[in-house]
């Protein structure tokens, strides 16, 4: 099956994602004098990458889905963006917790893209990810 180029150019920046949910979990530091840095890195990566995708699909996704009937699908997107939001506003005050947190809340979220959501608009559209192999 042909995918869509929106759909294309969406899993690119998921992949984008994964390896920073990857990077995240490297940088989570041992010296808590060096998590200032890390949270404000995943901070300005997350304003840089993923603000914009998060707005593109909510403008352009999101309506395909509850128009397929899938409303289910587009109201847990529209709460895992919110909660990714929260996770990035909250490493305003670093934490160890917040950074694992972020990073595992975008590895399961992009998962949930492109195995289900990706699934219900084009089958056979989605690409596999395994959170489990990051």
Do not use: C, Y
Not at 18 to 31: E, F, G, I, Q, Y
Not at 94 to 106: C, D, H, K, N, Q
Request: without cysteine; negative net charge.
């Amino acid at each position: 099956m042909t995918r869509s180029p929106r759909l294309i150019h969406l899993s690119h920046e998921h992949a984008s994602a994964l390896k920073l949910a990857l990077a995240v979990r490297a940088l989570t530091p041992d010296d808590p004098t060096s998590l200032p840095a890390v949270a404000q890195r995943i901070r300005d990566t997350f304003e840089r990458e993923l603000v914009g995708h998060f707005e593109e699909e909510e403008k352009h996704v999101l309506p395909r889905l509850e128009a397929a009937g899938r409303a289910d699908l587009a109201e847990r997107t529209r709460r895992d963006h919110d909660r990714l939001r929260e996770l990035a506003a909250a490493l305003a005050n670093p934490s160890v917790e917040g950074v694992r947190a972020f990073a595992a809340a975008l590895t399961a979220h992009v998962a949930f893209e492109e195995n289900i959501v990706w699934e219900a608009l084009e089958p056979g559209a989605g690409m596999s990810f395994d959170p489990d192999a990051i």
